[in-house]
C-alpha cells in the first residue's frame, strides 16, 4: 500500500521531455491521473519501454491491471529510473538556464556598468576641460591684472618724481623771488636815497653849495641860486645865459 500510495503521487507530477499533451511549460503533468496514464503509455511506446496496465490510482489507494492483479516489480523499476533519469536531466537543464541566465545578467550587469562609467568618464572629462579653461581665462586675467598694476605703479612713482621736481623749482623759484624782492627793496631804498641826494643837491645853490636854492633867472627859469648869491651873477650858473631877471620863490 505504501508503495501504491508513492507510485500515485508521483504520477500525478511526472516531469518528461518532448512535445506531449497535457504538460506545460516546466515539464510537469497538468491532466487527471486516467490521462497522465494515458501520456506515460505513448512515452514509454515511443521510447521503447513494454507498458501495460490502464487503470493507475483508480480509487487513490492501487496499481492494478483490467485484471485486478498488480504491474510487474520489473516495470515499477524501470519506471523509477526513468522518473530518476528526468529528473536529472530536468535539474541539469534547470541548471544550465539558471547559469545562462547568471552569464547574461553579469554581461548585461557588465554592459550598464561600462556605459555608466564611459557616460561618467565624458561627463568628468568636460568638467575638467570647462574648468582649465575657466582657470586659463583666471590667469590670464589675473596676467592683465598685475600688469595694469605695474604700469599703474610705474605711472605712480613718475608722477611723485615730477612732484618732487615741481616742489624743488617752486622752492628755488620763492627763493629767487625772495632775492629779487629783497634786492628790488635795496635798489629802491638806494634810489630813493639817490634821489634824495639829487634832489638836495638840486636845490642847493650852484654858485656857493651851502645854502638852498630860492631865485629862478630869467628867461631860462632854472632855480640855481640863493639870495645872497643872486646879485654877484649876471648869467645863470646851469645854462650860461644871460640873466634878464630873476624872481625869489619859497619852497615848502
Request: glycine residues 6%; contains cysteine; aromatic residues 6%.
Amino acid at each position: 500500500m505504501a508503495v501504491e500510495s508513492q507510485f500515485c503521487s508521483e504520477t500525478q507530477a511526472i516531469p518528461v521531455y518532448g512535445s506531449v499533451t497535457g504538460i506545460n511549460d516546466v515539464g510537469y503533468f497538468t491532466n487527471t491521473p486516467q490521462e497522465n496514464l494515458q501520456q506515460i503509455s505513448l512515452l514509454h511506446q515511443n521510447q521503447g519501454f513494454p507498458f501495460r496496465g490502464t487503470n493507475f490510482c483508480e480509487g487513490g489507494s492501487s496499481v492494478s491491471n483490467r485484471g485486478g492483479h498488480f504491474a510487474p516489480p520489473a516495470f515499477s523499476g524501470s519506471l523509477a529510473a526513468l522518473l530518476e533519469k528526468q529528473r536529472q536531466e530536468i535539474d541539469l537543464v534547470l541548471q544550465l538556464q539558471n547559469e545562462r541566465l547568471k552569464t547574461i545578467l553579469i554581461k548585461e550587469s557588465r554592459q550598464q556598468h561600462d556605459i555608466l562609467l564611459q557616460r561618467y568618464h565624458s561627463k568628468t572629462t568636460n568638467l575638467m576641460r570647462q574648468k582649465d579653461e575657466d582657470l586659463a581665462i583666471a590667469t590670464k586675467k589675473t596676467m592683465e591684472l598685475e600688469e595694469y598694476l605695474r604700469g599703474m605703479e610705474m605711472e605712480s612713482q613718475k608722477w611723485q618724481r615730477k612732484a618732487r621736481e615741481n616742489e624743488a623749482k617752486v622752492a628755488e623759484l620763492k627763493n629767487t623771488l625772495t632775492q629779487v624782492r629783497e634786492r628790488a627793496m635795496e635798489a629802491e631804498s638806494e634810489t630813493e636815497e639817490s634821489e634824495a641826494e639829487q634832489s638836495n643837491k638840486s636845490v642847493d645853490c650852484k654858485l656857493c653849495f651851502s645854502k638852498r636854492c630860492c631865485v629862478v633867472f630869467l628867461p631860462c627859469r632854472h632855480l640855481c641860486s640863493c639870495k645872497p648869491c643872486e646879485g654877484f651873477v649876471g648869467f645863470c650858473p646851469v645854462c650860461k645865459s644871460a640873466k634878464e631877471a630873476s624872481m625869489e620863490v619859497y619852497l615848502v
